[in-house]
T-cell receptor, first 122, second 116 residues
Framework: GAVVSQHPSWVICKSGTSVKIECRSL??????MFWYRQFPKQSLMLMAT?????????EQGVEKDKFLINHASLTLSTLTVTSAHPEDSSFYICSASSRVPRARLPRNTEAFFGQGTRLTVV | AQKVTQAQTEISVVEKEDVTLDCVYE???????LFWYKQPPSGELVFLIRRNSFDEQNEISGRYSWNFQKSTSSFNFTITASQVVDSAVYFC?????????????FGQGTTLQVKP
């Protein structure tokens, strides 16, 4: 089964509204979560890294006030796209990792990406 | 600087042909990990393999095989006797450092189309 669950899998919203995407680690505590964005026919680009209980670290060019990341617990991180615009339409995918020694992690822990969220802003 | 290059943007083959997807990486770290992921049209990333920098032994898993060569900084992926279900986008990725909490640097991806 999946070790990282992302919700929703797709969402359509109106321009100007905010959208929250959840990323949950199952069966293990995720000390670090990553948020990636993928535009059509392009690669995955890291947006930000979040460690539980601390502020997220954003990659250059990513607006932290627009993409709010909360990592309040070891099993949940959220990405909120605020005041979404059509250019924010993209595929957002999270991943989770842990400092627990790999031998103690669930099987296939390297398959640690969520299922992704396809956001369409109209 | 860390970088992953997948020079092949798109590859089209006929079913049962063998196909190799190239991956070249750059890193100054001596400890790093290399990955291959498959992304079908549904969008999710399917983990295929992880290889650490100290293990250059080639690996075979069914129809899949990987050739890791540090001398050329390459980590190529071969699918033998390709099938239509292999059609997807394939990403090579790099994670530098020994920690398993580091970020992944992805290549641009190679779209593989296998025709019946």
């Amino acid at each position: 089964g999946a070790v990282v669950s992302q919700h929703p899998s797709w969402v359509i919203c109106k321009s100007g509204t905010s959208v929250k995407i959840e990323c949950r680690s199952l069966d293990f505590q995720a000390t670090t979560m990553f948020w990636y964005r993928q535009f059509p026919k392009q690669s995955l680009m890291l947006m930000a890294t979040s460690n539980e209980g601390s502020k997220a670290t954003y990659e250059q060019g990513v607006e932290k006030d627009k993409f709010l990341i909360n990592h309040a617990s070891l099993t949940l991180s959220t990405l909120t796209v605020t005041s979404a615009h059509p250019e924010d339409s993209s595929f957002y995918i999270c991943s989770a990792s842990s400092r627990v020694p790999r031998a103690r992690l669930p099987r296939n822990t390297e398959a640690f990406f969520g299922q992704g969220t396809r956001l369409t802003v109209v | 600087a860390q970088k992953v290059t997948q020079a092949q943007t798109e590859i089209s083959v006929v079913e049962k042909e063998d196909v190799t997807l190239d991956c070249v990486y750059e890193t100054r770290d001596t400890t790093y990990y290399l990955f291959w992921y498959k992304q079908p049209p549904s969008g999710e990333l399917v983990f295929l393999i992880r290889r650490n920098s100290f293990d250059e032994q080639n690996e075979i898993s069914g129809r899949y095989s990987w050739n890791f060569q540090k001398s050329t900084s390459s980590f190529n992926f071969t699918i033998t006797a390709s099938q239509v279900v292999d059609s997807a986008v394939y990403f090579c990725a790099l994670r530098s450092g020994s920690s398993n909490t580091g970020k992944l640097i992805f290549g641009q991806g190679t779209t593989l189309q296998v025709k019946p």
